[in-house]
């Protein structure tokens, strides 16, 4: 193999080496199998016995059953417990923005990133539907700006607080119980949201509507439709960013293509990373899925460009998912009527 087609090296190793554990665990250019793939028959067989995985680290097949009959036993119990508790207590304390049903809050959570303790949703019903999906998290459904100028008020910081008066008079109105439930500085960790993409697509033809940028103590993450990047000439944008350094947070910002991380269709979302002094900057994820898109990239001052990760169209560890990977299972539906197409 040409040198030019390496791009990284990897480790493989068995799957039996996986360890046992139920913390969520990343593993940086790890990879576990258990078959083979033959390119002569196109066939997948077992991994022959006398193949020894030259980086495998776990201590052979044996070991590694062994630890798992023991945990199953209970003998281990209490060390998995508290690598559990551990993983619980890393998580940040989030707010999730624009929360919709819970999709993103789900996403981090199941990464072990983060809890979700409270949630901000303008629709009632994407807002009784974030309860069911996330029983553990107060949820208040009202505008975003109506929150956060009762937050303020909460903290006595009216003062630093540009509202209308409409989103002054409804945060006044508010009830006792939902004031009380409203988090106060330092409790956040980490805010995350998808601000309504409307105003940013193509398709929107009232967009003057405006929204607030939120602080937080330590993370903040928001995602959008990447004609976030250019919309109004891209002054929204750099706008947000001169926002966030003015506050004194780190700012990583870029395009991502969704289908590049295990999506079955091309979705590509403009994403803003702030960090406060202090805090560890996260770095874009690594794509792992082969998708034919050039790099996406944003046009900065003087006509440069800059991708915030590499294309995969050429290759990466994992084909594209299809749409016949995400739904081929599922029964077929008939249209009811006598003929396949109806003019």
């Known amino acids: 193999m040409p040198v030019d087609n390496i791009e990284i090296k990897c480790e493989v190793r068995k799957k039996s080496d996986l360890p046992v554990c139920n913390a969520p665990v990343i593993f940086q250019h790890i990879f576990f199998c258990e078959h083979l793939y033959d390119p002569s028959k196109g066939s997948i067989k077992q991994l022959p016995a006398h193949i020894k995985l030259r980086y495998s680290t776990a201590g052979g097949d044996a070991d590694s059953r062994k630890r798992k009959s023991k945990c199953k036993e209970g003998e281990n119990v209490s060390e998995v417990e508290n690598q559990r508790a551990d993983s619980e207590q890393k998580r940040l304390a989030t707010l999730d923005i624009f929360a919709g049903c819970g999709g993103l809050s789900d996403g981090l959570h199941q990464s072990g990133a983060s809890i979700t303790k409270w949630a901000i949703e303008y629709e009632e019903p994407a807002g009784d539907a974030f309860k069911l999906n996330h029983p553990e998290s107060l949820v208040f459904i009202n505008n975003c700006n109506v929150i956060l100028r009762a937050v303020m008020e ?3 910081d009216t003062d630093d607080c540009i509202a209308t008066s409409e989103a002054a008079e409804l945060a006044a109105s508010l009830d006792e119980k939902v004031k009380n439930d409203l988090p106060l500085p330092g409790q956040v ?8 993409c409307q105003g940013f697509s193509r398709m929107n033809r009232f967009n003057q509507s405006t929204w607030s940028i939120v602080q937080c103590e330590m993370i903040l993450a928001l995602d ?3 004609n976030f990047v250019s919309f109004n000439k891209g002054q929204t944008f750099r ?3 001169a926002s966030l350094l003015e506050m004194d947070y780190q700012v990583r910002f870029g395009i991502l293509e969704a289908g590049a991380y295990g999506v079955s269709q091309s979705r590509k979302r403009a994403f803003i990373w702030a960090a406060a002094p202090g805090e560890i900057l996260p770095e874009w994820p690594e794509p792992m899925h082969v ?4 790099e996406l990239k944003i046009t900065l001052s003087g006509n ?11 290759g990466a560890p994992f084909r594209s998912i299809t749409i016949r990977d995400t739904i081929g299972d599922l029964p077929a539906v008939g249209n009811g009527a006598s003929k396949g197409n109806l003019e």
Not at 189 to 196: E, K, R
Not at 291 to 294: A, T, W
Not at 304 to 314: K, L, N
């Open 239 to 241: 706008l947000t960013l």
């Open 304 to 314: 440069s460009q800059y991708a915030a990760v590499r294309s995969t169209a050429s």
């Open 154 to 156: 909460k903290c006595g």
């Open 189 to 196: 960790d980490f805010i995350n949201g998808g601000p309504p």
């Open 224 to 226: 959008n439709v990447r």
């Open 291 to 294: 998708f034919g898109v050039p």
